[in-house]
């Protein structure tokens, strides 16, 4: 089952889609690090709700960029196929435990995560690959990392490119644009079984992704298309510098939840003066 809201401010909905759209084309990620802000600030979305209404819009950015980047070369389909293998059940259990995870505390941690690991590619512009694997091994070490970002799809609503792209760079040693290709096909697969999963428990908004997704379309074909001009090291620094930005604002807004949910629990605990 879904649920059905009111009708959303047109220009803030236009905001949303275009900038998770353009996102998700110029990093090879879903958008919805910079939707689900959106949606739970200015469009006043309950967290999981947005978590659940972003991953149904990415389905549409993630396919719309992928298919862009596929036309220009940028997409491996063995390792497109293993990466899903561990994505669709990684972001289908990710789902379903995201109501069991207190939201804050798993964005906080996963903020943390994004500047470590945009930190990593900043620092470092080539270098050997943490596993130096092929044939088989290379396919389960994309299982793995498939089901790793998925897990987080699932649960935070993203489209798990933070985690695919930079592994399958550090990790395999892909190229950046290649890499990117090949996390945008994942995602398509991941963000559908997420949205399933969710759609299900009712954290869908239909109104607000009809909406959002419109304008989403537009914003992924542009993105790709800068994407695609950009040198391999070039847009290795975008996806980090703008991974950075997205992990501290995540942090930040994570943290001062907490310590507000913090202070009221303390405030209404028995013995205090507010009791």
Same mark, same amino acid.
């Given at each position: 089952?879904?649920?059905?809201?009111?009708?959303?401010?047109?220009?803030?909905?236009?905001?949303?889609?275009?900038?998770?759209?353009?996102?998700?084309?110029?990093?090879?990620?879903g958008?919805?690090?910079?939707?689900v802000?959106?949606?739970?600030?200015?469009?006043?979305?309950?967290?999981?709700?947005?978590?659940?209404?972003?991953?149904?819009? +990415?389905v549409?950015?993630?396919?719309?960029?992928?298919?862009?980047?596929?036309?220009?070369?940028?997409?491996?389909?063995s390792?497109?196929?293993?990466?899903?293998v561990?994505? +669709?059940?990684?972001a289908?259990?990710?789902?379903?435990?995201?109501?069991?995870?207190?939201?804050?505390r798993?964005?906080?941690?996963?903020?943390?995560?994004?500047?470590?690991?945009s930190?990593?590619?900043?620092?470092?512009?080539?270098?050997?690959?943490?596993l130096?694997v092929?044939?088989?091994?290379?396919?389960?070490?994309?299982?793995?990392?498939?089901?790793?970002?998925g897990?987080?799809?699932?649960?935070?609503?993203?489209?798990?490119?933070? +985690?695919?792209?930079?592994?399958?760079?550090?990790?395999?040693?892909?190229?950046?644009?290649?890499?990117?290709?090949?996390s945008?096909?994942?995602?398509?697969?991941?963000?559908?079984?997420?949205?399933?999963?969710?759609?299900?428990?009712?954290?869908?908004?239909?109104?607000?992704?009809?909406?959002?997704?419109?304008?989403?379309?537009p914003?992924?074909?542009?993105?790709?298309?800068v994407?695609a001009?950009?040198?391999?090291?070039?847009?290795?620094?975008?996806?980090?510098?703008?991974?950075?930005?997205?992990?501290?604002?995540?942090?930040?807004?994570?943290s001062?939840? +907490?310590?507000?949910?913090?202070?009221?629990?303390?405030?209404?605990?028995?013995g205090?003066?507010?009791?």
């Amino acid at each position: 089952m879904s649920r059905r809201g009111e009708a959303p401010n047109a220009t803030l909905a236009a905001v949303t889609g275009a900038a998770g759209g353009f996102l998700s084309g110029i990093l090879g990620g879903g958008g919805g690090a910079i939707m689900v802000p959106l949606m739970t600030g200015p469009l006043r979305m309950p967290q999981h709700v947005a978590h659940g209404t972003s991953l149904v819009v +990415i389905v549409v950015t993630a396919a719309v960029a992928a298919v862009t980047y596929a036309a220009g070369g940028s997409s491996d389909g063995s390792l497109v196929g293993a990466l899903l293998v561990g994505a +669709i059940g990684g972001a289908w259990l990710g789902a379903r435990g995201a109501m069991r995870i207190p939201a804050m505390r798993l964005r906080q941690l996963f903020g943390l995560f994004l500047v470590m690991v945009s930190l990593r590619l900043l620092l470092v512009s080539a270098g050997n690959p943490l596993l130096d694997v092929d044939g088989r091994g290379e396919l389960a070490a994309g299982a793995a990392i498939g089901a790793a970002g998925g897990l987080a799809s699932g649960a935070l609503g993203v489209g798990g490119g933070a +985690i695919f792209v930079p592994a399958l760079v550090l990790i395999l040693g892909v190229g950046q644009h290649q890499a990117q290709g090949v996390s945008l096909w994942v995602i398509v697969g991941a963000s559908i079984s997420g949205a399933i999963a969710h759609y299900r428990q009712g954290t869908v908004d239909t109104t607000m992704a009809k909406w959002v997704a419109p304008f989403a379309f537009p914003g992924a074909v542009a993105g790709a298309l800068v994407a695609a001009v950009l040198s391999g090291r070039m847009l290795q620094v975008v996806f980090a510098v703008i991974l950075t930005a997205i992990g501290i604002q995540m942090l930040a807004t994570a943290s001062r939840r +907490i310590r507000v949910e913090g202070r009221m629990g303390a405030a209404l605990a028995p013995g205090s003066d507010a009791a």
